[in-house]
Nanobody
C-alpha cells in the first residue's frame, strides 16, 4: 500500500516562496515517475512537474517553468516542489503522485497513487 503525505502548503503573498514536501512509503519507487499536480477551485487537476526517481530527469508545465523546481531525496523517499515568484493564479490544492509505469509522466493516468493534497493560497 503506497502512502504519500504532502506538507508545506499555506498562505503566501504574491512574489513569495513555498516548499512542498511529499513523503513516500509502501513500495520501491525505483525508476518510475513522481509528480506534482494542482487543482484550482472549480477546475480540473493539472500537471505541474515530474521527476524520475532514479536519474532525476525533470519536466515542467509551461506555466511554472523557471519558477518551480522539483527535486527528490532518495535516502528520505521524499519529493519536493520549491515554488518561487508565486502568483495568485498558482492558488490550488497541490497533490503528490507516484507512478508505477513510466519514467516520466505528465498525465493523470500515468500515476496510480495520490496524496491527500495540500492547500496553497497566494494573495495579491
Amino acid at each position: 500500500q503506497v502512502q504519500l503525505v504532502e506538507s508545506g502548503g499555506g498562505l503566501v503573498q504574491a512574489g513569495g516562496s513555498l516548499r512542498l514536501s511529499c513523503a513516500a512509503s509502501g513500495r520501491t519507487f525505483s525508476s518510475y515517475a513522481m509528480g506534482w499536480f494542482r487543482q484550482p477551485p472549480g477546475k480540473e487537476r493539472d500537471f505541474v512537474a515530474t521527476i524520475n526517481w532514479s536519474d532525476g530527469r525533470t519536466y515542467y508545465a509551461d506555466s511554472v517553468k523557471g519558477r518551480f523546481t522539483i527535486s527528490r531525496d532518495n535516502a528520505k523517499n521524499t519529493v519536493y516542489l520549491q515554488m518561487n515568484s508565486l502568483k495568485p493564479e498558482d492558488t490550488a490544492v497541490y497533490y503528490c503522485a507516484a507512478g508505477g509505469r513510466d519514467p516520466i509522466a505528465t498525465m493523470l493516468f500515468g500515476y496510480d497513487a495520490w496524496g491527500q493534497g495540500t492547500q496553497v493560497t497566494v494573495s495579491s
